[in-house]
């Protein structure tokens, strides 16, 4: 197997030159895309990462490549040093790509696609169908609101977002920032991945192992599932009708809202809604 891939890597490094004129017409003329080691020929390796056999990462001022190679395909992993975007695109072993991502930390976004072996597109998937609040939007909201730049790659911030499980495929992100003061604690923020609202926020110790305490998210489920309770429980009586904590808020802000409309009505309002009534 190691020959095998000791034998690509020639073919990746050293072919590729007298073929590249010849791809680059055929790249024009089908609009396909290929793998080409030449985009790479004036980086110089990364010394910061063990390179081998299989796996090369190279760089360019803040620009960083990791080129991976098996018996199936080459994998070309692509990011920045400042920012936290990352951009994977993996071709057959013939070249033409197989499928490219985009990822914002660790979770997908923008459009995935997936092309055969001929360079078809087959399927496309957009991974942000389901957050109508954009990570634009949220990169904008928690600078506003939080004075902390998650665009920028740190080590002391975290953000992910998912399709909740507990909450019905609720879309949500998951935003958590380092304090930096004696602390040590972390800033955990649950927002609506709708809307934007801001769901719920604590302070938690990074990587805490205390089996006692749970963790920011759960601790959310538990919040929601009490105030569900209470919600829906019995509150109080008004005229021969129980009402819930919840029915009970409906009512009274209804109530309020036909008083404020009520007294702004003057003695001709009322003598004219009484002759239409007649």
């Known amino acids: 197997m190691k020959k095998i891939l000791l034998f690509l890597w020639a073919v990746l490094l050293y072919g590729c030159n007298s073929q590249s004129q010849l791809l680059n017409k055929k790249i024009k003329k089908q609009n396909k895309e290929y793998f080409n080691i030449d985009k790479y020929k004036d980086w110089e390796y990364d010394t910061d990462y063990f390179s081998n056999a299989t796996s090369k990462k190279l760089k360019k001022d803040n620009d960083r490549v ?5 018996d199936t ?24 790509l197989n499928y490219s991502l985009l990822e914002f930390y660790s979770s997908e976004i923008g459009k995935k696609r997936i092309y055969d072996e001929k360079g078809k597109l087959v399927e496309e998937v957009d991974n942000d169908a389901p957050y109508k609040f954009s990570i634009d939007q949220l990169i904008k909201k928690i600078k506003k609101d939080y004075d902390v730049d998650i665009e920028k790659k740190t080590k002391t911030t975290h953000v992910r ?8 495929n ?23 991945g709708n809307t934007g609202e801001t769901l719920f ?27 569900e309770k209470e919600d829906n429980a019995y509150y109080k009586s008004y005229k021969g009708k129980d009402y819930t904590k919840k029915e009970w808020e409906i009512f009274v802000e209804k109530f309020h809202e036909n008083y404020q409309k009520n007294k702004k009505r003057s003695f001709w309002d009322d003598i004219f809604s009484r002759s239409t009534d007649d």
């Open 170 to 192: 609720k879309p949500l992100y998951c935003v958590s920032y380092d304090l930096k003061d004696e602390s040590q604690k972390w800033k955990f923020v649950l927002v609506d």
């Open 66 to 70: 990791k080129i991976s190679i098996d």
């Open 73 to 96: 395909s080459i994998l070309v992993t692509m990011s920045n040093t400042q920012n936290n975007y990352t951009i994977y695109k993996n071709y057959f072993l013939n070249k033409v």
């Open 201 to 227: 926020t604590t302070l938690f110790y990074f990587g805490c192992n205390d089996n006692e305490t749970l963790d920011p998210y759960s601790q959310y489920l538990v919040n929601l599932r009490k105030k």
């Open 161 to 168: 977002r998912w399709l909740s499980f507990e909450l019905n």
